[in-house]
Structure formats: C-alpha cells, structure tokens
C-alpha cells in the first residue's frame, strides 16, 4: 500500500509488520509499471532521492550505505580470494560499486530481472552507478533463479543476493531450488550472502530461510543484523552461507582504502556478536 498524503508524506504501510514509516516529499520525479513492478522515484525533503518499488521503500540518497557495505564486505572479505561474484537483483548498483572496490575481483556479473530500476538508479542515484563501466563488470536483465539454474557448477566465489521481499519476482529467491542452485554454482569455500529482511520483524522467515540454506548442504550460517533506516523497524540482516566449510574470521581491510561509511572490521567484529534475542530463536530452530 502507498500513500501520498496532502502534507506531502509518503507512507509504506506494512500490514504484514503492523507498522508504517514515513518520509516527507518534494515532489515525485518518475515512475514505471515495469512488466514487473511498480517503480517510483521521489525526491524527499531529507534523504534525497527515494526509489519505491511496488510501495516499498527500497533504496535512499541518504542511507543506502548500510545496506550496501554490509551486503558486500562481511562476505568478500569472508572469502580469502574472491575473483568471480554474482549479484542477483541489486539492480540499483550499490552493491556492485562495493563489490568492486575489491582487487581481488575479476569478474562480477549483476542478474537484475527489471531494467527499469537501473534505468532510474543510473537517473536519480549516479553516485551508486559510477562503477558500472569497470571492464570486470556485466550486467543483464533476466531472472535470476534461472540464470542460477544454468550456472556452470563450480564456476563462482560469491554469489550476493540482493533481492525485494519474498513477493513477486523476488519469492522465488528464498526457496530450496534456488539454494540448491546456488551451492552447485559455487567453488568449494564459496560463500552465499542474501537479504535476510528483519530479524525483529521477520524471524519467522528468517528461521525458514536459514533452514532451507542448511538443509540444501551449505555448512554454519552467520546472520549479521545492522542499521536501516527506511526498512520495517530500523533493523534489518544479511545472512552469509560457506560451502562445505564453516567461517575462519575474516580478512581485515583498511576501512580508510576502502572508503566506507558503515563498514569497518570492527563493525564486522561486533556484527558478528550475535544478540541474545536471535540466538534464542536460533537455537529453538
Ligand atoms: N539494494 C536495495 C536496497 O538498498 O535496499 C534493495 C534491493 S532492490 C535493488 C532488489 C532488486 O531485486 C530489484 O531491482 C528487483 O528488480 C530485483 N529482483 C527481484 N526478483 C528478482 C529475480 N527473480 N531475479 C533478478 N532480480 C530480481
């Protein structure tokens, strides 16, 4: 549900969570009824740019670094020498700016089913798109849970998935198929990193999604909870899966080189500290 309401607040109404949030708006600049989703773009009076898809908030000017650092880094540097990565969704390209900020990096080829939203992103968002001519870089539109299916067993390092809520297009990314395709694609020590939404709003998915992971083979999971602002509750999580290992630490990096907001090795550390009320709910799965 969306709602632009006379004062000029947008609102994401969350039946599901029993919540709404808020940003107040300039103006609306486009939007698009894709073949897939509703896209819009508003400018806010606060965040910047604001992208909206099918009435959820997706990506701000002002605070998309969380999520996109910690998409990226806990599960590259989780690696220890990733050369060939898969974004799947992420068609806003914050994800793959992160990700080739990575040296050990040869090839990174992004699977976004919606043209359309790179289309506005490379509009509204050019800050998030200035690494989309890197030559190591690829980009196509088509659906990722059969670009997976057909992957070359054994042929990626990394595969990120960046995708919308388990609705629509993006529901089929939280099953058991796309996991096993996933793990098939992946060279021994690769690992998995997906959105894992809200651990406080959302553990009843989580749960389900950290079982499907197991059960499909991969080894221990890490599930890091951070800050988003413009998602239901403010928190929200990345789950990271290892292929046929589980996690020796991670490589530290010089946050200074890597020209981060959010991300340190620090911040990876305490991420890795998992808060009593998800061990509990883990520990009962
Ligand atoms: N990165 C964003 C952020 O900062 O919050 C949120 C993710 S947004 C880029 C999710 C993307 O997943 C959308 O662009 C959508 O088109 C894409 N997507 C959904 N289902 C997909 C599928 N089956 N295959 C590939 N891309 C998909």
Same mark, same amino acid.
């Given at each position: ?83 060939? !990565?898969? $974004?799947?969704? %992420?068609? +806003?390209?914050?994800?793959?700016? #992160?990700? =080739? ?56 390092? !990394?595969? $990120?998935?960046? %995708?919308? +809520?388990?609705?629509?297009?993006? #529901?089929? =990314? ?112």
């Amino acid at each position: 549900m969306t709602s632009l309401d006379k004062n000029h607040w947008f609102t994401e109404v969350s039946d599901r969570d029993g919540s709404a949030f808020s940003l107040r708006i300039n103006k609306l600049l486009e939007q698009q009824q894709s073949p897939f989703q509703h896209v819009a773009m508003y400018e806010t009076t606060d965040f910047g740019n604001l992208m909206v898809i099918d009435g959820c908030t997706m990506v701000s000017s002002r605070e998309n670094f969380f999520y996109h650092e910690m998409i990226a880094h806990p599960a590259l540097f989780s690696h220890p020498n990733p050369k060939n !990565v898969v $974004i799947i969704g %992420g068609g +806003d390209c914050g994800t793959l700016r #992160e990700v =080739l900020k990575h040296d050990s990096v040869e090839t990174v080829t992004q699977i976004d089913i919606d043209q359309v939203v790179t289309e506005m992103s490379l509009k509204y968002f050019p800050e998030l798109c200035s690494a989309n001519d890197d030559p190591r870089a690829t980009l196509l539109f088509d659906d990722g849970i059969k670009y997976m299916r057909d992957a070359q067993a054994e042929s990626i390092d !990394v595969i $990120i998935v960046d %995708g919308t +809520d388990p609705v629509g297009p993006g #529901e089929g =990314l939280f099953n058991h198929a796309f996991y096993q395709s996933c793990l098939a694609a992946l060279r021994p020590g690769g690992v998995l990193v997906q959105q894992s939404e809200s651990p406080l709003m959302h553990m009843p998915l989580l749960l389900e999604m950290r079982a499907a992971i197991k059960q499909v083979g991969f080894g221990a999971l890490q599930t890091l909870p951070f800050p988003q602002p413009i998602y239901p509750s403010g928190l929200w999580s990345v789950t990271l899966a290892r292929k046929g290992l589980g996690f020796d630490g991670f490589r530290a990096c010089d946050p200074d080189a890597l020209n981060t907001l959010y991300y340190t090795p620090g911040v990876h550390q305490g991420a890795l500290a998992e808060p009593p009320f998800m061990t509990k709910a883990f520990n009962q799965q």
